[in-house]
């Protein structure tokens, strides 16, 4: 089922920007990685190496994996 409507959100495409927008809110991720993590979210491919890659490399940008 394609949802083209205006201002129609698939379900999985809501839920994504949900989560994307909480990660960006507490900043473990940098946010030019929010993309990609809401693009894999929608397509349900991320793999919890992905996770944790994206994490470290987050952390590594705002101030190391100790950053709080």
């Known amino acids: 089922m394609n949802h083209q409507n205006e201002g129609f959100k698939a379900p999985d495409e809501e839920l994504a920007n949900r989560i994307t927008d909480a990660i960006g809110k507490t900043q473990i991720v940098s946010k030019d990685k929010l993309d990609s993590i809401r ?5 349900g491919n991320l793999s919890s190496a992905d996770w944790k890659l994206l994490v470290e490399l987050g952390s590594a940008k705002v101030g190391g994996p100790d950053h709080k």
Not at 39 to 43: A, I, S
């Open 39 to 43: 693009e894999g979210l929608c397509r």
